[in-house]
T-cell receptor, first 113, second 116 residues
Framework: GDSVTQMEGPVTLSEEAFLTINCTYT??????LFWYVQYPGEGLQLLLK?????DKGSNKGFEATYRKETTSFHLEKGSVQVSDSAVYFC????????????FGKGTKLSVKP | EAGVTQFPSHSVIEKGQTVTLRCDPI?????LYWYRRVMGKEIKFLLH????????ESGMPNNRFLAERTGGTYSTLKVQPAELEDSGVYFC??????????????FGPGTRLTVL
């Protein structure tokens, strides 16, 4: 079945460091891809999305490009801030826009000042 | 506009007891989803309502779990009797029917269930 694999955490970075969180997927069709973020004490929030190959999702300085050839959707940010400390989840959705999400295990990011 | 709310935020029960979790979706959202994250593992889909009907319940782990959405508004998820492996965080999400492309799911803060 469909699945998402993302790098294990936790990841600890200093402020202004470059961030990459790897995400690869297995799917039978052409899924939509998402990154969700969960800040401490809050629910998951959609960070960015891409619906087809070569699409780049971006938000709050984060970017991810849908790479069909490598079945990847890696999350990047050029300069992280303390406020970016959170758990990041990569996810895919097949079966149309009403379908359920399939998540990776999540990567906890801690940014130190 | 109020977001998705879930109650309680935490629940600690003993094995064999019953617990009912509640989710209030964003007003007007016909899609309602339940997910669960067991410690250290993926967030996994449990089921999907469209209004009051169960559209997909393929993720429900067993018949100790019962989900309802009477009237197509709020939903409850009952676990009876609870087992140790049911511990985890239960998330609810909602989305409107009218978005044919992105259908962003809006998540609640989750209910942390601990079964002792």
């Amino acid at each position: 079945g469909d699945s998402v694999t993302q790098m294990e955490g936790p990841v600890t970075l200093s402020e202004e460091a470059f961030l990459t969180i790897n995400c690869t997927y297995t799917a039978t069709g052409y899924p939509s891809l998402f990154w969700y973020v969960q800040y401490p004490g809050e629910g998951l929030q959609l960070l960015l999305k891409a619906t087809k190959a070569d699409d780049k999702g971006s938000n709050k300085g984060f970017e991810a490009t849908y790479r069909k050839e490598t079945t990847s959707f890696h999350l990047e940010k050029g300069s992280v801030q303390v406020s970016d400390s959170a758990v990041y989840f990569c996810a895919l959705r097949e079966g149309g826009s009403q379908g359920n999400l399939i998540f990776g295990k999540g990567t906890k990011l801690s940014v130190k000042p | 506009e109020a977001g998705v709310t879930q109650f309680p935020s935490h629940s600690v029960i003993e094995k064999g007891q019953t617990v009912t979790l509640r989710c209030d979706p964003i007003s007007g959202h016909d899609n309602l989803y339940w997910y669960r994250r067991v410690m250290g593992k993926e967030i996994k889909f449990l089921l999907h309502f469209v209004k009051e009907s169960k559209q997909d319940e393929s993720g429900m782990p067993n018949n100790r779990f019962l989900a309802e959405r009477t009237g197509g508004t709020y939903s409850t998820l009952k676990v009876q009797p609870a087992e140790l492996e049911d511990s985890g965080v239960y998330f609810c999400a909602s989305s409107p029917l009218a978005d044919p492309i992105y259908n962003e799911q809006f998540f609640g803060p989750g209910t942390r269930l601990t079964v002792l």
